[in-house]
């Protein structure tokens, strides 16, 4: 099993930054994959980022060329880097670790509120 938990969220200005953290611990090497998502009130949950094992990353369109999703593999950990931050990022952000068919393990999530 994996766990995961997430840090790094806040209250920020518009055009702020932030950089998420998401801790991995228990059978870490099953996991195919790591991504970010987010869910703004009575919104569905988005995928973010996501990064696989490989290291190539994938987006959603509305925060390409503002986030980027990292890892540092001695630490078990993944990172979101939050530029040139909008209203509309606000939401509770949730990592997922992707263990293929062993399942998904989830993060109890992390806020991210930027003012305007």
Do not use: H
């Not at 925060?63 to 509309?88: C, H, W």
Request: overall charge positive.
């Amino acid at each position: 099993q994996v766990q995961v938990v997430e840090s790094g969220g806040g209250l920020v200005q518009a055009g702020g930054s932030l950089r998420l953290s998401c801790a991995a611990s228990g059978s870490i090497f099953s996991i195919k994959s790591m991504g970010w998502y987010r869910q703004a009130p009575g919104k569905q949950r988005e995928m973010v980022a996501i990064i696989a094992s490989g290291g190539s990353t994938n987006y959603a369109d509305s925060v390409k060329g503002r986030f980027t999703i990292s890892r540092d593999n001695a630490l078990n950990t993944v990172y979101l880097q939050m530029n040139s931050l909008k209203p509309e990022d606000t939401a509770a952000y949730y990592c997922k670790a992707d263990r293929g068919f062993l399942g998904d393990s989830w993060g109890q999530g992390t806020q991210v509120t930027v003012s305007s």
